[in-house]
Protein backbone atom coordinates (compact mmCIF):
# COMPACT_ATOMS: atom_id res chain seq x y z
CA UNK A 1 0.00 0.00 0.00
CA UNK A 2 1.58 3.09 -1.19
CA UNK A 3 1.88 6.26 1.06
CA UNK A 4 -0.33 8.22 -0.96
CA UNK A 5 -3.09 5.60 -0.95
CA UNK A 6 -3.19 5.49 2.54
CA UNK A 7 -3.12 8.93 3.19
CA UNK A 8 -7.26 9.84 3.40
CA UNK A 9 -8.44 6.58 5.05
CA UNK A 10 -10.27 6.98 8.45
CA UNK A 11 -8.79 4.93 11.01
CA UNK A 12 -11.21 2.66 11.14
CA UNK A 13 -10.79 1.51 7.37
CA UNK A 14 -6.24 2.04 8.08
CA UNK A 15 -6.88 -0.52 11.42
CA UNK A 16 -8.82 -3.00 8.93
CA UNK A 17 -6.12 -2.62 6.20
CA UNK A 18 -3.11 -3.03 9.19
CA UNK A 19 -4.65 -6.68 10.25
CA UNK A 20 -4.82 -7.47 6.31
CA UNK A 21 -0.47 -7.31 6.64
CA UNK A 22 -0.05 -9.77 9.36
CA UNK A 23 1.49 -12.83 10.07
CA UNK A 24 0.34 -15.82 10.71
CA UNK A 25 2.33 -16.06 13.48
CA UNK A 26 1.15 -12.24 14.20
CA UNK A 27 -2.36 -13.69 14.52
CA UNK A 28 -1.75 -16.47 17.23
CA UNK A 29 0.07 -14.23 19.31
CA UNK A 30 -2.77 -11.68 19.40
CA UNK A 31 -5.04 -14.48 20.26
CA UNK A 32 -2.32 -15.81 23.14
CA UNK A 33 -2.38 -12.37 24.43
CA UNK A 34 -6.72 -11.72 24.32
CA UNK A 35 -7.07 -15.68 25.67
CA UNK A 36 -4.45 -14.64 28.49
CA UNK A 37 -6.35 -11.50 29.80
CA UNK A 38 -9.63 -13.58 29.80
CA UNK A 39 -8.09 -16.26 31.86
CA UNK A 40 -7.45 -13.06 34.50
CA UNK A 41 -10.96 -11.98 34.47
CA UNK A 42 -12.02 -15.22 35.45
CA UNK A 43 -8.97 -16.36 37.64
CA UNK A 44 -10.83 -15.31 41.21
CA UNK A 45 -14.31 -17.21 39.98
CA UNK A 46 -11.78 -20.18 38.81
CA UNK A 47 -9.43 -20.38 42.11
CA UNK A 48 -6.44 -18.68 40.37
CA UNK A 49 -3.81 -16.84 42.34
CA UNK A 50 -2.64 -14.06 40.44
CA UNK A 51 1.22 -12.45 40.29
CA UNK A 52 2.33 -9.40 39.50
CA UNK A 53 6.06 -9.16 38.18
CA UNK A 54 7.60 -7.12 35.85
CA UNK A 55 9.62 -8.27 32.40
CA UNK A 56 13.38 -8.27 32.87
CA UNK A 57 14.58 -11.31 35.24
CA UNK A 58 10.92 -12.51 35.62
CA UNK A 59 10.65 -15.51 37.00
CA UNK A 60 7.38 -17.21 34.66
CA UNK A 61 8.73 -20.79 34.73
CA UNK A 62 8.31 -20.89 38.80
CA UNK A 63 5.05 -18.65 38.46
CA UNK A 64 3.69 -21.28 35.46
CA UNK A 65 4.89 -23.92 38.55
CA UNK A 66 2.16 -23.28 40.91
CA UNK A 67 -0.21 -23.05 38.91
CA UNK A 68 -0.24 -18.96 39.30
CA UNK A 69 -1.31 -16.38 36.55
CA UNK A 70 1.47 -13.64 35.81
CA UNK A 71 0.26 -10.02 35.02
CA UNK A 72 2.95 -7.60 33.59
CA UNK A 73 2.31 -3.96 34.50
CA UNK A 74 4.58 -2.83 31.88
CA UNK A 75 3.26 -5.50 29.00
CA UNK A 76 -0.48 -3.54 29.88
CA UNK A 77 1.17 -0.14 29.81
CA UNK A 78 2.26 -0.75 26.20
CA UNK A 79 -0.57 -2.38 25.17
CA UNK A 80 -2.61 0.19 26.28
CA UNK A 81 -0.40 2.67 24.45
CA UNK A 82 -0.86 1.36 21.24
CA UNK A 83 -4.24 0.98 21.72
CA UNK A 84 -4.31 4.73 22.44
CA UNK A 85 -5.37 4.34 25.98
CA UNK A 86 -2.30 5.50 27.37
CA UNK A 87 -2.80 8.84 27.61
CA UNK A 88 -5.65 9.19 29.57
CA UNK A 89 -4.87 7.31 32.17
CA UNK A 90 -1.19 9.67 32.48
CA UNK A 91 -3.59 12.63 32.45
CA UNK A 92 -5.46 10.79 35.62
CA UNK A 93 -2.31 9.74 37.49
CA UNK A 94 -0.44 13.38 37.39
CA UNK A 95 -4.59 14.68 38.29
CA UNK A 96 -3.57 12.15 41.16
CA UNK A 97 0.17 14.14 42.10
CA UNK A 98 2.43 12.08 39.85
CA UNK A 99 5.38 14.23 38.04
CA UNK A 100 5.71 15.01 34.62
CA UNK A 101 8.98 13.35 34.78
CA UNK A 102 7.76 9.66 36.41
CA UNK A 103 8.23 6.85 34.22
CA UNK A 104 5.02 7.06 31.68
CA UNK A 105 4.69 3.02 32.20
CA UNK A 106 4.40 3.83 35.87
CA UNK A 107 1.38 6.06 35.19
CA UNK A 108 -0.21 4.62 32.81
CA UNK A 109 -0.44 1.69 35.06
CA UNK A 110 -1.37 4.00 37.98
CA UNK A 111 -3.59 5.92 35.42
CA UNK A 112 -5.44 2.44 34.60
CA UNK A 113 -6.00 1.26 38.21
CA UNK A 114 -7.38 4.82 39.23
CA UNK A 115 -9.93 3.88 36.12
CA UNK A 116 -11.60 1.02 37.05
CA UNK A 117 -8.17 -1.26 36.36
CA UNK A 118 -9.07 -2.65 33.52
CA UNK A 119 -6.70 -4.19 31.24
CA UNK A 120 -5.60 -3.31 27.30
CA UNK A 121 -8.73 -5.50 25.93
CA UNK A 122 -11.29 -4.47 28.30
CA UNK A 123 -11.38 -7.67 30.51
CA UNK A 124 -11.00 -7.05 34.17
CA UNK A 125 -7.70 -7.51 35.79
CA UNK A 126 -7.58 -8.80 39.14
CA UNK A 127 -6.07 -8.12 41.84
CA UNK A 128 -2.73 -9.39 43.47
CA UNK A 129 -2.31 -12.61 45.52
CA UNK A 130 1.38 -11.61 45.33
CA UNK A 131 4.00 -8.68 44.81
CA UNK A 132 6.80 -10.65 43.02
CA UNK A 133 9.60 -7.91 42.04
CA UNK A 134 13.01 -9.17 40.60
CA UNK A 135 14.91 -6.14 40.54
CA UNK A 136 17.13 -6.16 37.63
CA UNK A 137 18.71 -2.55 36.94
CA UNK A 138 15.70 -0.26 37.09
CA UNK A 139 15.27 1.45 40.56
CA UNK A 140 11.92 2.46 39.46
CA UNK A 141 10.80 -0.75 39.70
CA UNK A 142 10.77 -0.88 43.34
CA UNK A 143 8.82 2.43 43.92
CA UNK A 144 6.60 1.54 41.50
CA UNK A 145 5.58 -1.61 43.87
CA UNK A 146 5.64 0.48 46.79
CA UNK A 147 2.76 2.31 45.22
CA UNK A 148 0.65 -0.68 44.49
CA UNK A 149 1.59 -2.39 47.48
CA UNK A 150 -0.49 1.00 49.21
CA UNK A 151 -2.97 -0.25 46.27
CA UNK A 152 -3.75 -3.79 47.38
CA UNK A 153 -3.50 -5.78 50.48
CA UNK A 154 -1.13 -9.15 49.76
CA UNK A 155 2.35 -9.66 50.61
CA UNK A 156 5.67 -8.31 48.05
CA UNK A 157 8.30 -10.47 47.99
CA UNK A 158 11.52 -8.77 46.26
CA UNK A 159 14.08 -11.27 44.68
CA UNK A 160 17.83 -8.44 44.63
CA UNK A 161 19.65 -9.28 41.66
CA UNK A 162 23.45 -8.11 41.77
CA UNK A 163 24.12 -5.35 39.14
CA UNK A 164 26.94 -6.28 36.65
CA UNK A 165 29.07 -3.28 36.95
CA UNK A 166 32.03 -5.36 35.76
CA UNK A 167 30.41 -7.07 33.00
CA UNK A 168 30.50 -10.03 35.00
CA UNK A 169 28.58 -12.58 36.87
CA UNK A 170 30.84 -14.42 39.64
CA UNK A 171 29.85 -17.68 41.73
CA UNK A 172 28.56 -14.95 44.87
CA UNK A 173 26.70 -13.05 42.80
CA UNK A 174 25.08 -16.94 41.79
CA UNK A 175 24.79 -18.23 44.75
CA UNK A 176 23.21 -14.85 46.60
CA UNK A 177 20.19 -15.25 43.75
CA UNK A 178 20.10 -18.90 44.67
CA UNK A 179 19.40 -18.58 48.18
CA UNK A 180 17.07 -15.55 48.01
CA UNK A 181 15.01 -18.16 45.39
CA UNK A 182 15.49 -20.60 48.37
CA UNK A 183 14.87 -19.01 51.36
CA UNK A 184 12.43 -15.80 50.34
CA UNK A 185 11.12 -16.09 46.72
CA UNK A 186 9.96 -19.72 46.79
CA UNK A 187 8.64 -20.13 50.42
CA UNK A 188 6.24 -16.81 49.86
CA UNK A 189 4.79 -18.44 46.77
CA UNK A 190 3.84 -21.70 48.47
CA UNK A 191 2.04 -19.56 51.29
CA UNK A 192 0.11 -17.67 48.46
CA UNK A 193 -0.11 -20.98 46.19
CA UNK A 194 -1.22 -23.51 49.24
CA UNK A 195 0.95 -25.94 47.97
CA UNK A 196 4.62 -26.90 48.29
CA UNK A 197 6.69 -26.30 44.57
CA UNK A 198 6.31 -29.02 42.07
CA UNK A 199 9.71 -29.63 41.23
CA UNK A 200 8.75 -31.38 38.02
CA UNK A 201 6.55 -29.01 36.84
CA UNK A 202 9.01 -26.24 37.30
CA UNK A 203 11.79 -28.84 35.41
CA UNK A 204 9.39 -29.12 32.68
CA UNK A 205 8.78 -25.51 32.16
CA UNK A 206 12.52 -24.89 32.02
CA UNK A 207 12.48 -27.49 29.57
CA UNK A 208 9.91 -26.07 27.53
CA UNK A 209 11.59 -23.01 27.73
CA UNK A 210 14.76 -23.56 26.12
CA UNK A 211 13.07 -25.11 23.04
CA UNK A 212 11.16 -21.59 22.81
CA UNK A 213 14.52 -20.47 22.99
CA UNK A 214 16.53 -21.65 20.44
CA UNK A 215 13.70 -20.83 18.19
CA UNK A 216 14.12 -17.51 19.03
CA UNK A 217 17.97 -17.27 17.91
CA UNK A 218 17.24 -19.16 14.55
CA UNK A 219 14.47 -15.57 14.02
CA UNK A 220 16.95 -13.10 15.11
CA UNK A 221 20.08 -14.99 13.25
CA UNK A 222 17.91 -14.44 9.85
CA UNK A 223 18.45 -11.17 10.10
CA UNK A 224 22.06 -11.73 8.98
CA UNK A 225 20.73 -12.34 5.14
CA UNK A 226 20.37 -10.14 2.57
CA UNK A 227 17.50 -9.61 1.97
CA UNK A 228 16.67 -9.64 5.90
CA UNK A 229 12.94 -11.92 6.37
CA UNK A 230 12.74 -9.79 9.50
CA UNK A 231 12.83 -6.51 11.21
CA UNK A 232 14.41 -7.13 14.41
CA UNK A 233 12.82 -3.80 15.96
CA UNK A 234 9.17 -3.34 15.28
CA UNK A 235 8.41 -6.58 13.91
CA UNK A 236 10.65 -8.23 16.64
CA UNK A 237 8.48 -5.98 19.52
CA UNK A 238 5.97 -9.13 18.27
CA UNK A 239 8.46 -11.96 18.09
CA UNK A 240 10.01 -11.22 21.67
CA UNK A 241 6.24 -10.43 23.12
CA UNK A 242 5.65 -14.29 24.47
CA UNK A 243 8.65 -14.72 25.50
CA UNK A 244 9.36 -11.52 27.31
CA UNK A 245 5.56 -12.33 29.24
CA UNK A 246 3.03 -14.96 29.96
CA UNK A 247 4.27 -17.95 27.99
CA UNK A 248 7.61 -18.83 28.44
CA UNK A 249 7.74 -22.46 29.57
CA UNK A 250 4.33 -22.97 27.80
CA UNK A 251 3.36 -24.95 24.92
CA UNK A 252 1.82 -22.19 23.81
CA UNK A 253 5.03 -20.30 23.35
CA UNK A 254 6.56 -23.56 21.84
CA UNK A 255 3.81 -23.70 18.83
CA UNK A 256 4.11 -19.96 18.68
CA UNK A 257 8.15 -19.80 18.18
CA UNK A 258 8.79 -23.17 15.71
CA UNK A 259 5.15 -21.32 13.56
CA UNK A 260 7.35 -18.32 13.27
CA UNK A 261 10.42 -19.90 12.49
CA UNK A 262 9.25 -21.32 9.82
CA UNK A 263 7.42 -18.76 8.48
CA UNK A 264 10.77 -16.38 8.93
CA UNK A 265 12.59 -19.39 6.85
CA UNK A 266 10.35 -19.12 4.35
CA UNK A 267 10.62 -15.60 3.61
CA UNK A 268 14.29 -16.15 3.55
CA UNK A 269 14.16 -18.72 1.38
CA UNK A 270 11.74 -16.77 -1.17
CA UNK A 271 14.32 -13.97 -0.39
CA UNK A 272 11.34 -11.67 0.87
CA UNK A 273 11.99 -8.80 3.56
CA UNK A 274 9.13 -8.71 6.70
CA UNK A 275 5.51 -7.59 6.61
CA UNK A 276 5.20 -3.69 7.49
CA UNK A 277 1.64 -2.30 8.79
CA UNK A 278 1.20 -1.17 4.66
CA UNK A 279 2.12 -4.85 3.49
CA UNK A 280 5.79 -6.88 2.23
CA UNK A 281 8.57 -4.60 2.65
CA UNK A 282 10.34 -3.41 -0.17
CA UNK A 283 13.63 -2.63 -1.49
CA UNK A 284 15.92 -3.14 1.52
CA UNK A 285 18.47 -0.26 0.98
CA UNK A 286 19.96 0.42 4.79
CA UNK A 287 20.87 -2.08 7.89
CA UNK A 288 20.69 -0.34 11.13
CA UNK A 289 20.59 -1.36 14.65
CA UNK A 290 18.87 -0.04 16.98
CA UNK A 291 19.18 1.05 20.54
CA UNK A 292 16.81 2.05 23.03
CA UNK A 293 12.68 1.09 23.09
CA UNK A 294 10.24 2.22 20.39
CA UNK A 295 7.48 4.65 20.87
CA UNK A 296 4.34 2.65 21.65
CA UNK A 297 1.56 5.27 21.05
CA UNK A 298 2.36 6.16 17.64
CA UNK A 299 4.28 2.22 16.76
CA UNK A 300 2.88 2.16 13.54
CA UNK A 301 3.64 5.61 12.05
CA UNK A 302 6.92 5.26 13.95
CA UNK A 303 7.70 1.63 11.99
CA UNK A 304 6.58 3.31 8.59
CA UNK A 305 9.34 5.44 8.55
CA UNK A 306 11.45 3.55 8.81
CA UNK A 307 9.90 1.21 6.28
CA UNK A 308 9.60 3.87 3.83
CA UNK A 309 12.43 4.87 3.22
CA UNK A 310 14.26 1.01 2.90
CA UNK A 311 15.59 0.54 6.34
CA UNK A 312 15.30 -2.60 7.69
CA UNK A 313 16.35 -3.23 11.49
CA UNK A 314 19.05 -6.28 11.36
CA UNK A 315 18.73 -6.32 14.82
CA UNK A 316 17.91 -4.23 18.55
CA UNK A 317 18.55 -4.04 22.33
CA UNK A 318 15.30 -3.68 23.48
CA UNK A 319 13.91 -7.02 22.22
CA UNK A 320 17.14 -8.52 24.67
CA UNK A 321 15.59 -6.57 27.26
CA UNK A 322 13.85 -10.08 28.20
CA UNK A 323 16.98 -12.47 27.32
CA UNK A 324 20.14 -12.65 25.69
CA UNK A 325 19.76 -15.49 24.43
CA UNK A 326 22.24 -15.16 20.86
CA UNK A 327 24.70 -14.93 23.50
CA UNK A 328 24.21 -18.52 24.61
CA UNK A 329 21.81 -19.09 27.17
CA UNK A 330 18.84 -21.64 27.75
CA UNK A 331 17.07 -22.17 30.85
CA UNK A 332 18.92 -25.60 31.72
CA UNK A 333 16.34 -28.19 33.67
CA UNK A 334 19.09 -30.23 35.12
CA UNK A 335 19.82 -26.92 37.37
CA UNK A 336 16.59 -25.03 38.32
CA UNK A 337 17.23 -22.40 40.28
CA UNK A 338 20.89 -21.68 39.25
CA UNK A 339 19.46 -21.61 35.58
CA UNK A 340 16.83 -18.81 36.97
CA UNK A 341 19.72 -17.30 38.66
CA UNK A 342 21.72 -17.15 35.84
CA UNK A 343 18.85 -15.39 33.60
CA UNK A 344 17.78 -12.92 36.01
CA UNK A 345 21.64 -11.44 36.48
CA UNK A 346 22.16 -11.84 32.55
CA UNK A 347 19.16 -9.41 31.32
CA UNK A 348 20.17 -6.56 29.21
CA UNK A 349 19.22 -3.74 31.53
CA UNK A 350 21.52 -5.17 34.20
CA UNK A 351 24.54 -5.03 32.27
CA UNK A 352 26.96 -1.73 32.08
CA UNK A 353 27.28 0.62 29.78
CA UNK A 354 30.37 -1.11 28.61
CA UNK A 355 28.94 -4.33 28.05
CA UNK A 356 25.76 -2.75 26.41
CA UNK A 357 28.56 -0.94 24.02
CA UNK A 358 29.92 -4.31 23.32
CA UNK A 359 26.88 -5.84 22.68
CA UNK A 360 26.11 -2.61 19.76
CA UNK A 361 29.53 -3.66 18.64
CA UNK A 362 28.66 -6.83 18.16
CA UNK A 363 25.34 -6.53 16.37
CA UNK A 364 26.61 -3.76 14.02
CA UNK A 365 29.89 -5.94 12.62
CA UNK A 366 28.23 -9.40 12.09
CA UNK A 367 24.82 -8.16 11.11
CA UNK A 368 27.34 -6.22 8.79
CA UNK A 369 24.94 -2.75 9.61
CA UNK A 370 25.07 0.88 7.63
CA UNK A 371 24.61 2.36 10.58
CA UNK A 372 22.68 2.46 14.10
CA UNK A 373 19.93 4.62 15.52
CA UNK A 374 19.46 5.40 19.39
CA UNK A 375 15.78 5.93 20.25
CA UNK A 376 16.07 7.87 23.64
CA UNK A 377 12.82 7.38 25.69
CA UNK A 378 12.32 10.54 27.73
CA UNK A 379 10.89 8.67 31.25
CA UNK A 380 13.01 5.08 30.94
CA UNK A 381 15.82 6.02 32.65
CA UNK A 382 17.46 2.78 32.57
CA UNK A 383 17.74 2.81 29.28
CA UNK A 384 18.31 6.69 28.32
CA UNK A 385 21.02 7.37 30.89
CA UNK A 386 24.59 7.44 28.87
CA UNK A 387 23.21 6.82 25.41
CA UNK A 388 24.98 9.96 24.09
CA UNK A 389 28.49 8.32 25.46
CA UNK A 390 27.10 4.87 24.34
CA UNK A 391 27.42 6.42 20.56
CA UNK A 392 29.96 8.43 20.34
CA UNK A 393 31.73 5.43 22.25
CA UNK A 394 30.39 2.98 19.12
CA UNK A 395 31.36 5.26 16.32
CA UNK A 396 34.77 5.42 17.41
CA UNK A 397 34.92 1.95 17.81
CA UNK A 398 33.08 0.98 14.46
CA UNK A 399 33.76 3.78 12.25
CA UNK A 400 29.87 3.62 11.92
CA UNK A 401 27.93 6.87 12.45
CA UNK A 402 25.12 7.08 14.67
CA UNK A 403 21.83 8.75 14.58
CA UNK A 404 20.06 9.77 17.79
CA UNK A 405 16.42 10.51 18.09
CA UNK A 406 14.21 11.32 21.06
CA UNK A 407 10.40 10.35 21.68
CA UNK A 408 8.82 8.52 25.08
CA UNK A 409 7.39 5.29 25.78
CA UNK A 410 3.97 5.61 26.19
CA UNK A 411 2.97 9.61 26.43
CA UNK A 412 1.46 10.85 23.44
CA UNK A 413 2.68 14.55 23.94
CA UNK A 414 6.41 13.45 23.76
CA UNK A 415 6.25 11.88 19.93
CA UNK A 416 7.07 14.52 17.68
CA UNK A 417 6.61 13.11 14.27
CA UNK A 418 7.57 15.62 12.20
CA UNK A 419 10.50 16.32 13.64
CA UNK A 420 11.35 12.64 14.20
CA UNK A 421 10.81 11.76 10.87
CA UNK A 422 12.85 14.68 9.63
CA UNK A 423 15.98 13.81 11.99
CA UNK A 424 15.63 10.09 10.80
CA UNK A 425 15.54 11.39 7.01
CA UNK A 426 18.79 13.66 7.49
CA UNK A 427 20.42 10.93 8.98
CA UNK A 428 19.89 8.68 6.25
CA UNK A 429 20.88 11.28 3.53
CA UNK A 430 24.15 11.47 5.67
CA UNK A 431 24.55 7.63 5.19
CA UNK A 432 23.83 8.06 1.61
CA UNK A 433 26.52 10.82 0.96
CA UNK A 434 28.70 8.85 2.74
CA UNK A 435 28.24 5.60 0.56
CA UNK A 436 29.06 7.94 -2.62
CA UNK A 437 32.17 9.03 -0.88
CA UNK A 438 30.26 12.71 -0.79
CA UNK A 439 31.25 12.37 3.06
CA UNK A 440 34.16 12.09 4.94
CA UNK A 441 34.56 8.64 6.79
CA UNK A 442 34.13 10.05 10.16
CA UNK A 443 31.04 12.10 10.98
CA UNK A 444 29.92 15.22 13.67
CA UNK A 445 27.62 13.77 16.52
CA UNK A 446 24.47 13.97 15.23
CA UNK A 447 22.57 16.58 17.25
CA UNK A 448 19.97 15.24 19.53
CA UNK A 449 16.22 16.33 19.10
CA UNK A 450 14.55 18.84 21.64
CA UNK A 451 12.10 17.24 23.88
CA UNK A 452 8.73 18.49 22.87
CA UNK A 453 6.85 20.12 25.97
CA UNK A 454 3.35 18.68 26.91
CA UNK A 455 0.76 19.11 24.66
CA UNK A 456 3.59 20.34 21.28
CA UNK A 457 2.75 18.38 17.95
Not at 191 to 217: F, H, N, P, Y
Not at 241 to 247: K, N, R, Y
Amino acid sequence: MSELVRVGKSPAAQRAAEAENKDRSQVRQKRMISDHFDKLARAKEDGRKVVYTFVPGNLTELIGAFGMLPVLPEINALQSGMRGRSGAYIAEAERGGHSEDVCSYVKCDLGMLRSGNLGPTGTPLPKPDLLLLSYTGCFTFMKWFEILKAEYDCPVVMLHVPYQATGQVTREMRDYVVRQLEHDVIPAMERVAGKKLDLDELVAQLTRSARAEDAIVDVWESAKARPSPIDAYFGGVYYVGPIFSSFRGSEDAIAYYEELREEVRGRAARGEGPMTPDGPMGEQKWRLVVEGPPNWTSFNDFWRMFAKEGAVVVASTYTRVGGLYDYGFRHDPRDPLGTLADYCLGCYTNHSLPARADLLEKYVREYQADGFVINSVKSCNSFSAGQLLLMRELEKRTGVPGGFIESDLVDPRYFGKANIENRLQSYLQMLEARREGRAPERTALPVALPVLAPGAT
